[in-house]
């Protein structure tokens, strides 16, 4: 049997009433231990939902990864380049790489009998991936994208209904103005989307790809790129360099010259902010971890003084102080589970509670959400589990050898 784990669970099950000393602050130990681990869940779960939720929406309204022409990558120009069947083909079977699809914008203007809007109009055809702007359509429906006909429908944002006055179903004409001069479309409004992405719904509207491609002048198999999403985020850097490995110098037959560019690249503003929440979340652990260190010392202190008699005894019955400080460790442990137990039902309560009723509101235009994203991970709580307990046992070690200052006949008198 386990000597020190025995007395360490009799004393730990006594719940002698008459140690009105020990048992605050075993109370307080146990509730910073439970609040530090509280909190590390709910922040960790918090950027967790932050980064996955704004980096979903950046994706959602192009790609993981672009192919397009160099030159419009390195500018906000658009440059045709040919995407055959055969790219396609070649692109969607290149390692890591879950889904092709082509794009084409234009610029025009949207006017009303009162007003006007300069739109970035997106042409995508029937391949396209339609999930994300499904989840955020407030009004409306998709329409089938087509390839080879113009529908003469359009998609637009709650931002441009809202500063335009438009409503689904209304017909809004549409002006654009390129090198073959000015032409004029009149769009029926089927959907209105809300992303809350500011740089996005101010701007972008979707449509067929025939009607940007004409729009523009293109040829028929010319369009602004191809887009590409990836099976595993944590990949994007491997996956990118073999997409561009793929394309890098390829000139197509209109003369045009083949990159590729990754989400990260272009949108490192936004990127740059997630990866700032990281260094947040470290201090908050560290500052956590901290706190219930040190709420374990100094419980652990209170309760060696307080049971210097008993140490005193132990000692006498021929305890050495190993044994004697294996015990009060055992104790520790004990004290930090329970600990630990709360924590988890209090953090893990709070990110449910807010991911199932969107309690705590945000302001969208600043934070691009309107309600503050969660996300559990249950790896990342049984780590931080995990590493709490390490921690909290390990800094107990230090003030444990207190016990071998403790002799046993004085430690008769103490009270």
Not at 72 to 93: C, F, G, M, N, W
Not at 213 to 238: C, H, I, K, T
Not at 255 to 264: A, C, D, L, P, R
Request: charged letters at 15%; proline letters at 3%; a positive charge.
């Amino acid at each position: 049997m386990n000597y020190p784990l025995f007395i360490a669970r009799k004393i730990y099950n006594d719940g002698d009433k008459t140690r009105k000393v020990s048992k605050p602050a075993i109370r307080i130990a146990t509730i910073g231990v439970a609040i530090g681990l509280a909190v590390m869940i709910v922040s960790v779960s918090v950027v967790l939902g932050f980064k996955h939720t704004i980096r979903d929406k950046v994706v959602g309204f192009g790609s993981h990864i672009t192919v397009a022409d160099f030159l419009t990558l390195q500018s906000s120009e658009q440059y045709p380049i040919q995407v055959s069947d055969s790219l396609v083909k070649a692109l969607r079977h290149t390692q890591g790489v879950k889904h092709v699809q082509r794009y084409a914008y234009t610029q025009g203007i949207l006017k009303t009998d009162n007003d006007f809007l300069g739109v970035l109009l997106k042409g995508v055809g029937p391949e396209f991936d339609s999930t994300f702007i499904h989840e955020n359509m407030v009004e409306g429906s998709l329409p089938h994208f087509s390839d080879s006909e113009s529908q003469q429908k359009i998609v637009i944002s709650k931002t441009i209904a809202d500063k335009l006055t438009l409503k689904v179903g209304q017909r809004i004409f549409a002006y654009f103005i390129n090198k073959q001069g000015v032409r004029t479309r009149r769009f029926t409004i089927v959907g209105i989307y809300a992303t809350n992405m500011k740089q996005f719904d101010s701007q972008i509207c979707l449509t067929d790809l025939y009607t940007t491609n004409r729009l523009n002048g293109w040829e028929p198999d010319q369009y602004s790129g191809a887009e590409l999403s990836v099976d595993d985020f944590s990949q994007l850097d491997l996956v990118s360099m073999r997409v561009l490995n793929k394309v890098k110098n390829t000139v197509d037959r209109y003369g045009e010259t083949y990159s590729s560019e990754n989400v990260i690249e272009q949108n490192p503003q936004i990127f740059s902010w997630l990866d700032l929440m990281d260094m947040n979340v470290w201090i908050i652990l560290a500052l956590m971890t901290a706190v219930a260190g040190v709420t374990m010392i100094s419980g652990l202190l209170i309760i060696i003084l307080e049971r210097t008699q008993m140490i005193g005894i132990l000692k006498a019955l021929g305890s050495r102080n190993r044994q004697i400080r294996h015990i009060f460790l055992w104790f520790a442990t004990f004290i930090i589970g329970r600990g630990l137990l709360l924590g988890n039902l209090i953090g893990l309560g709070c990110v449910g509670l807010q991911a199932w009723t969107g309690l705590i509101k945000l302001d969208p235009q600043t934070y691009y959400v309107s309600t503050v994203p969660v996300e559990i991970n249950a790896p990342l709580v049984i780590t931080l589990n995990l590493v709490t307990m390490l921690v909290c046992v390990l800094v107990l070690i230090g003030p444990s050898y207190l016990i071998s200052h403790i002799h046993p006949a004085k430690s008769m008198h103490y009270e």
